[in-house]
């Protein structure tokens, strides 16, 4: 390969994906190498697509509002259905402690400019039909939140990329990241060495691991976390329902879900007990435990036939933080890693903000929120993030 | 209803079997239930599939995306084709069992999801299960591994998701090949299955759960199995997985119409349920499955239009063939179904010769009006359980068709010796015999070479056997019932040859066991001016299926037409296991060609044209009504991993998580020029068949929606 490549971007999944779009948008040649055999096929494709802006974390509502004007405009954009549907995010109450907490960020949230308010639980109750009333306090509703299929998403974005002369390489692991002085000079696979400049480590569950490769300690740890779909029914929920309390089973912290655009509703669970590791195998815990969380909250789900359960991994940080950065070590080298499992709605956002890091040094979003994901910072001095 | 027919022809489309040669006929339709709000009744303990098709009801519903008619394809349990609201919830409609006053709607597009928010009580837990051995699958295969099982004295879990036992040898109505010593030759599959299931029966430590299911296998080395509607977590400490094989399917236009669907399914209708599914058949397929299940056909008063294989010559026994082609079934080799038509449900086939390398040659179509086309071009087995439980580092095993496919007796061979190393991984000594392995060898075999036919030393004489058994097959049973011991295989083994010598009682035994009816008796002192003589042939049809005038088209062993013959009577032994002997007065010189006579006559081309310029494209996923044509555009876009093009088009993303439909698009692929070495497959995760919430979340699902939705 005598070609250079402005970059290359190392991982074609949630994070390299739209980096790899919004760089090629910007002009620049780009080369996207991955060690699976198609986009999306790490942890992507198991995130269950919902899309929110509402955080508590500036960085991520700046990233995440970006996002979804993205999704919500793709079709116009780039003529592919990714399966967008504006169904919003609703965080029905029952407890006086989740009512405490979601009420003290809702002002951040509007002084950040987002749509949120806190609802009565007539309104809970009307935005989730069949929702049990006893105990339901209330809840907020974010109508500017959606979902996105994922699997739709890869395969459009991957196309809108090479649309713009990006290339893509599946099956191909990068082994060393050669380098002149504290240049990079190019990225070497098995099947090739790729002369370049700039490296994009976009490399999710394998952060850690391709870091290395820069002699950089990047703390990324993926645990796992099981999800699980639905046939589809005639479209009944619209919101992204997120219950914070933890479970009676004393196995959850929190449990989501979502009817998508094909009807079928969609559900995931947060484990108290973090379970660290790359295995994504299934366990016979989590169906059980999952739908008693979902019956018990809305008795109606239990005819739903359940079709598929998986099991994917969040990249995590020591804080739970995310980490968008260029490397001081090593130039030409960046980094959006450490998603925390929520590659997908930062997805965009990320992508953008990297492509105007590596193009005109400078991020899309505020400085000091920026600084915030800076792989920089202290990771072991405790971030509270009150809505993970 | 026992009105004497001659024909098939007159026999009612939908409608139950009142008569019928081997099986008896079920009782009564007394369950009440609504279709639609139209008052049905079904037997009790049938399922809503079976109901729906006895009355004359073959769409169940129609398709969310491209609203096209849906009703059953596998009846198995496998797919998701059949779904109806049954009392508002969404349900396989060949897995549930109708209750009194249900009442079923179709599904038109996504089901309405019940507004139903009174939460039942729990149950009493999810069931935790440890035990040493798990069988999966209570057919052939399962049975016999439990009952070495049992009898090693080792508890054992044996689960099948049918209301009975005996896997597909439950809907086995002829006789088996194989060795009458070794695994009950000569018996009818559906009595096999008694005969396991009474040996098992007797042993105290094998626990059998029926109507039960296993749905996932999870890493840690826990199988999810649903019995009755309550979900259990069984832990075994050794699997073995004898879950059988699922029915390979064709890509052709129209192949998604109601009315086109696989033999299992055509056999569940009619031998299990006793319900009549078509008025006029379609067989595509002539391995054993195809010729048998059109010989079921025609036991059951079906008119079978014809059967087409695309290989030069029938892969299924020669005698299973040939029997059909005696009874009148057209057989055409080097033919295929070009397409299937209709508006709403199948009207007609289009079929065509096609040339060595399978295209289909231009020029041949014929087109028959048929309403169903029953699919079997092969089987594939089911071992997706096994695979997991190897990746977790169970103990695991298969037997039968999810080892390897091949016939029910290879099965019962294939269980026992898994069951026995199963026993001996738990310490207990009891080695297979090796014995045991040849003979499992030699029952899995494919058919062997064909001998000539040898005109019988024996003509001649008063009365003598002819034995067209012409190709190498494991079977015996002729060779263990004539009283005077005058037909053996001269080898010594149970594949070659039979051959008579020695004296004939007459008594006809032999005719009345050979499981491939290849076996007639010749009387030549019938008539002492020898114009004519008695040719004595098998028989597996009630009276009602020979012509009152006595007046019958003879036709030889291959199904070509001999001439005319006569009835002259019909004898029954009490140990001819439901098969009769006809006598057939036949013209003295017919007397060694005559091996049967037709029960229908071949059927005349349909009136309509073909037309050369009506061109479908195909579905290759039915579930979620993805076509060949968006396969192709993934293809040539470059998509080589299977789940890519899931995500892509969808393509085995629906209710059977791809069963069929992964299958066929690796076709698609080298149809496209794709080196298979290119393809990574789909990945495999639980569920394997789609399972309510409720299950798992150990409320009740079902009885408690009668309310109205507000």
Redesign the interface.
């Known amino acids: 390969m005598s070609r250079a490549w402005d970059v290359v971007v190392i991982g074609a999944g949630s994070a390299g994906l739209p980096s790899a779009l919004s760089l090629a948008e910007r002009g620049l040649r780009v080369l996207v190498l991955d060690e699976l055999p198609a986009a999306g096929q790490g942890q992507h494709k198991a995130a269950i697509g919902g899309v929110r802006a509402t955080h508590s974390d500036p960085a991520k509502i700046l990233l995440c509002q970006d996002s979804l004007r993205i999704f919500s405009t793709w079709k116009e954009t780039y003529g592919d259905d990714i399966g967008w549907k504006r169904g919003g995010y609703c965080f029905p109450v029952f407890t006086e402690a989740v009512e405490r907490s979601l009420q003290s960020i809702l002002p951040i949230q509007k002084n950040a400019g987002l749509q949120i308010d806190w609802l009565g639980p007539e309104d809970i109750a009307r935005l989730v039909p069949g929702i049990v009333t006893e105990g339901l306090r209330g809840g907020t509703y974010s109508p500017g939140d959606g979902q996105v299929s994922p699997l739709l998403f890869a395969v459009a974005c991957e196309r809108a990329a090479k649309s713009k002369g990006a290339e893509f390489r599946y099956r191909e692991p990068v082994t060393a990241i050669e380098r002149a002085g504290d240049r990079v000079t190019a990225v070497v696979t098995p099947q090739g060495r790729y002369p370049t400049e700039k490296v994009l480590v976009a490399a999710g569950a394998r952060a850690r691991q391709v870091g290395a490769l820069l002699g950089l300690d990047v703390p990324v740890t993926p645990d796992s976390h099981e999800g699980g779909i639905t046939g589809p029914v005639a479209p009944f929920l619209d919101p992204l329902v997120v219950d914070l309390r933890p479970g009676p089973e004393g196995k959850t912290a929190n449990f989501y879900f979502g009817q998508n655009r094909e009807g079928q509703i969609i559900f995931c669970y947060t484990p108290k007990e973090l379970i660290v590791g790359e295995d994504r195998e299934s366990t016979s815990e989590f169906l059980p435990i999952v739908a008693r969380r979902l019956v018990s909250l809305i008795p109606r789900l239990r005819h739903l036939l359940v079709r598929r359960v998986w099991r994917g991994l969040y990249p995590m940080t020591p804080d739970g933080v995310i980490i968008v950065d260029t490397v001081q070590e090593v130039r030409g080298a960046y980094l959006a890693v450490g998603m925390c499992g929520q590659g997908f709605m930062l997805g965009p956002g990320v992508g953008r903000c990297v492509a105007s890091v590596i193009t005109e040094g400078r991020p899309t979003i505020a400085p000091d929120a920026y600084a915030a994901i800076s792989f920089y910072r202290d990771f072991h001095k405790a971030q509270h993030e009150a809505l993970k | 209803m026992t009105a004497r027919r001659t024909s098939a022809r007159r026999a009612q489309p939908g409608g139950r079997i009142e008569r019928h040669p081997i099986l008896s006929a079920g009782g009564p339709a007394t369950v009440e239930f609504r279709f639609a709000g139209r008052p049905l009744l079904a037997r009790e303990g049938e399922v809503i599939s079976s109901a729906l098709y006895a009355a004359g009801v073959r769409i169940f519903g129609r398709h969310?995306r491209d609203g096209r008619p849906l009703g059953i394809y596998c009846v198995n349990g496998q797919c998701?084709q059949c779904t109806v609201l049954a009392d508002?919830?969404?349900v396989k409609a060949c897995m549930t069992v109708v209750r009194p006053g249900m009442r079923v709607e179709p599904v038109a597009?996504?089901?309405?999801?019940?507004?139903?928010?009174?939460?039942?009580p729990s149950g009493p837990g999810?069931r935790e299960v440890r035990v040493p051995v798990l069988v999966v699958g209570g057919g052939p295969a399962g049975i016999s591994a439990a009952i070495e099982l049992g009898r090693a004295g080792i508890r054992t879990l044996l689960i099948d998701d049918k209301q009975a036992l005996g896997g597909k040898l439950t809907l086995q109505t002829h006789t088996f090949f194989g060795s009458v010593a070794d695994c009950y030759a000569g018996t009818r599959g559906i009595d096999i299955a008694a005969i396991l299931e009474r040996d098992l029966a007797a042993l105290p430590d094998v626990e059998v759960w029926l109507d039960a299911s296993a749905v996932?296998i999870?890493?840690?080395r826990?199988v999810?199995v649903v019995r009755g509607g309550r979900?259990a977590?069984v832990r075994p400490e050794a699997l073995l997985v004898a879950a059988g094989a699922r029915e390979k399917a064709l890509v052709f236009p129209g192949g998604d119409l109601p009315g086109v669907y696989g033999a299992g399914a055509f056999q569940t209708l009619v031998n299990r349920d006793l319900v009549r599914p078509t008025k006029r058949l379609f067989v595509l397929g002539g391995g054993n499955v195809g010729l048998i299940g059109a010989y079921h056909a025609l036991q059951a008063g079906i008119e079978v239009v014809g059967l087409v294989e695309a290989l030069p010559r029938c892969g299924g026994y020669k005698v299973h063939e040939d029997k059909i082609r005696r009874l009148g079934v057209p057989v055409w080799t080097s033919h295929t179904v070009l397409r299937a038509e209709g508006r709403e449900e199948l009207e007609r086939v289009v079929t065509a010769r096609v040339d060595e390398r399978f295209r289909p040659v231009p020029g041949t179509e014929r087109v028959y009006e048929v309403d169903t086309l029953l699919v079997a071009v092969g089987l594939s087995p089911v071992d997706e359980i096994l695979q997991k439980a190897r990746?977790?580092g169970m103990r695991a095993w298969a037997a039968g068709d999810s080892e390897e496919i091949a016939e029910a007796s290879a099965a019962i061979f294939s269980g026992r010796i898994a069951g026995r190393r199963i026993a001996e991984s738990f310490g207990v000594p009891v080695r297979a015999p090796e014995k045991w392995t040849q003979t499992a060898a030699v029952l899995r075999s494919k058919p062997g070479r064909e001998v000539p036919f040898a005109p019988p030393a024996a003509a001649g004489r008063a009365v003598y056997p002819v034995i067209r058994c012409v190709q190498e097959i494991p079977c015996n049973p002729c060779t263990q019932v004539c009283p005077v011991g005058s037909i053996s295989i001269p080898d010594g083994t149970i594949t070659s040859p039979p051959v008579f010598a020695g004296d004939c009682l007459g008594c006809g035994r032999c005719a009345g066991i050979c499981p491939g009816l290849a076996i007639v008796l010749v009387e030549e002192d019938h008539d002492p001016t020898r114009r004519t003589a008695v040719v004595t042939v098998p028989f597996e049809f009630g009276d009602d299926r020979l012509p009152r005038s006595g007046r019958v088209v003879t036709t030889g062993f291959e199904g070509e037409v001999v001439g005319a013959g006569r009835i002259a009577g019909v004898r029954q032994r009490a140990d001819q296991d439901r098969r009769r002997l006809v006598r057939l007065e036949v013209p003295w010189d017919d007397r060694l060609r005559v091996a049967g006579f037709r029960v229908q006559e071949p059927p005349a081309e349909a009136a309509a044209a073909f037309d050369p310029a009506l061109q479908d494209d195909p579905v290759i996923c039915l579930c979620e009504r993805v076509r060949r044509s968006e396969v192709v555009a993934a293809i040539r876009g470059g998509?080589?991993?299977l789940?890519?093009l899931?995500?892509?088009v969808r393509l085995g993303m629906?209710?059977c998580?791809g069963k069929r439909c992964m299958e066929l698009v690796r076709r698609v692929f080298r149809e496209e020029g794709i080196d298979p070495g290119e393809i990574?497959p789909g990945t495999w995760?639980?569920?394997d068949r789609?399972?309510?919430?409720?299950?798992?979340?150990?409320?009740a699902?079902a009885g408690d929606?009668t309310e109205d939705p507000k």
């Open positions: 969310h998701s508002g919830r969404p597009g996504r089901p309405q999801l019940g507004a139903d928010d009174r939460l039942p999810i996932g999870f890493e840690d826990a999810g979900y977590v990746q977790y998509v080589r991993d789940n890519q899931k995500a892509a629906g209710g998580g990574t995760r639980p569920l789609e399972v309510p919430l409720a299950v798992f979340a150990d409320v699902d929606t």
